[in-house]
């Protein structure tokens, strides 16, 4: 058996799993995302790397021995966040309850221990993995030795063996002693030689080998000055060698044999994780602490099953009522029971219970006091028994949703354990998972219902009490929770698909692929498997010679952003993103769509997700409707199958026109923007009159297609790099345009700094309805995260309070759709568009009063304009 010994910067690792990840505290307020990062860094490690031995070295003090030979060795670096050092001895403790061995030596870097332990092992015969994010320890590559650098946080890594090493810099491993030494490192204060970075320095050892092969040939050397500057600072580059040579004869406290490690004890790493607030990973390394906690509850109720004779004590107002639904697609899902949680007691009502008492359904159908935990849920799954749910007040999903904006995972046992009302046992622990899904006996069901009936009640109040705090009370009473109703009729409903109108398509598509795949052989003269990544790569990179944009571990990248660059280079690249786009279509849209109709109705039943997004916009899953592709015909074909459900019906599509950048001249308060909305001006040609000086005549076509990219982009805060690949236009150009947009809207630039401004101090953004989102990154150190949280702080308002207006039109829509008595209904939301389905001889009224209603959801300071269309398809309504 090889010995495989693992050798670990804990250094580097922890400083980037620091900056990694935003500031995360546990529960005690101690922060832990250093550790935390560092922990999935090395669960991954010893789950792909499988190692006999192991160590994790550290740096012990800030003077070392390279100190002697310069002074202000690391001298301009920062001092440690104490935010960091303070987690440095948890790292100590995480490590000794998985058994690895830690060494760390006073004058000595990590490097230094990491370079000796190495090469002993080297000497052995050892295979070794060195993981860091420090590219000084390419320098210890060998046949033996593999270095992984981590990127993208701490998890993934790039790996560099003498031959991925070559490929990259076309260097031997001891060269790169020499390049750090030319090109010098600002981190470690190494002076090197001004001037000359990473690209000059490669170039110069392509030629002269070492540091002292350069200055051996020093007159060789092109360019005045840059030999200049070699000559004027040979001491430094000849110290910088010095420094950056890592010591691979470092004094160090183990042999190998004690490095051995076998694996570690999940029980013993349990109970750190759960000091530390590691739960997402105790059931990752199958800790028994895993079990008990999912499994545990530390809800004592006494739960009491009720008979078809159903006690008056149960029905009882107000009640918390939690109807069993732990499977996703709850449109096929069976009920598996009700908890009732009420002043008299606790209660369960089986399956047959709920279908078989008159008396259990009229209190559930009557206007009594009910508290609900995911009330769309309840109220599809009823209706599909032939049920009604009434008087509900509260739903405790929505509730938590808007709080906790950012959370994933809304599950009562973890809105329970958010809000600290007792421990609930997860649906997990209960029925299993996937294929081992099964439904307990009636006791244990009855208690775990009951259970979350209980937590269920005792959260209302607090749920209540923190939305009223953040100012989301009316929020939560008169838009997202009435909508939840009527997104709950409009899933229930359905929409009525043409499957032979879609099976007919896919015919036709089947067609048009075998001729583009037909078109794609000719061009590359050879046929070939154009699903193969592998055999396209071979096709487009070694047959044609087209020029290699990106190469993965097993050969080139055929990517979409890959081909979409080598367009302009062969005709043959256009019609493999056409087989593409074609193949998609016909395998997620058509195949897709025919599976998603319901046997029973024969319609698709979509579901609204209304607790994903943080914007607040709805999303639709199984399947999604709001994604179905309308750039190619093919694409916007597929809507033709969407129909009306009755005889001599019609379908109304009402779209708001430029929502987002009505609700940003509003939000910014800009002049020219409010102006120009208000007389009803082309936005986009305005724009670009602004933007190039010249009048509304002499705007070309490419000028508006300008604007119109820059007029978006600036809506989610877009960079000149963005925009630069959006318009296919210089970089410096882009920067120019976006310049000259912002100081032709002044009003833009101000609310773009000022809501950023707001979001530091804050830490959160809001819509006009007061929808929140938090923004944790916004005083992040990392640029790129920092970077990100500012766009987010510039969109989410205006993004935001987009979603809001059409969710508000849904509602007043509705309403008067109820006092019409009209038969019309809405039948789907599609981003900022409504689909409503309706007799004929109501259609006149409905192109009335739906863009009244939805022009005045809301009041801005610009009009909103909604465009009406009608058809006998989705497709003929657009």
Known sequence: MNNRLVLIDGNSIAYRAFFALPLLSNDKGVYTNA????????????????????????????????????ASYKGTRQKTPSELSEQLPMLHDLLASFDIAVDQ??????????GTYARLAEAEGYDIDIITGDKDLLQLVSEKITVHLTRKGITEMDSYDIEALYERYALQPEQIIDLKALMGDSSDNIPGVPGVGEKTALKLLAQFST????????????????????????????????????????PINKALKELSYASFEPNKVGEVFKEFGFKSLLERIGSEEAEEESSQSDIDVEVELLTADVKKAALQSPAAIVIELPQENYHTSPILGMGIANDNGVFFASPEVIEGSKELQDWLASDDEKVVYHAKKAWVSLKWKGLSLNGVTFDAYMASYLINPGETNHELSDVASRHAVGKVRTDESIYGKGAKFTVPPVDTLAQFVGEKAVVLRELHPLLAKELKARDMDMLFEELEFPLAAILSQMEFQGVDV???????????????????????????DVEFNINSPKQLGEILFDKLNLPVMKKTKTGYSTSADVLEKLEDKHPIIEKILLYRQLGKLNSTYIEGLLKSISDKTGKIHTRFNQALTQTGRLSSIDPNLQNIPIRLEEGRKIRKAFVPSEPDWVLLSADYSQIELRVLAHISEDEKLIEAFKKGEDIHTQTAMEVFKVEADDVTGNMRRQAKAVNFGIVYGISDYGLSQSLGITRKEAGQFIERYLESYPGVKRYMESVVEQARKDGYVTTLMNRRRYLPDINSRQFNQRSFAERTAMNTPIQGTGADIIKQAMIRLNDELKKKGARARVLLQVHDELIIETPKEELAWLETIVPSVMEQAMALDVPLKVDLSSGSTWYDAK
């Open 498 to 524: 043409n499957a032979e109108s879609l099976k007919s398509m896919g015919q036709e598509l089947e067609k048009t692929l075998a001729k583009v795949e037909a078109e794609i052989h000719e061009l590359a």
């Open 35 to 70: 550790v935390y990062g560092f922990t999935t860094m090395l669960l991954k490690v010893l789950e792909n790397h499988n190692p006999s031995h192991m160590l994790v070295a550290f740096d012990k003090g800030k003077k070392t021995f390279r100190h002697e030979t310069y």
């Open 211 to 250: 540091v002292a092969g350069v200055y051996d040939h020093l007159d060789e050397v092109s360019g005045k000055k840059l030999k200049e500057k070699l000559a004027d600072h040979r001491s430094d580059a000849e110290m910088s060698r010095k420094l950056v040579t890592i010591n691979t004869d470092a």
């Open 105 to 114: 030596q006073d004058l000595y870097e990590a490097d230094d221990l990491i």
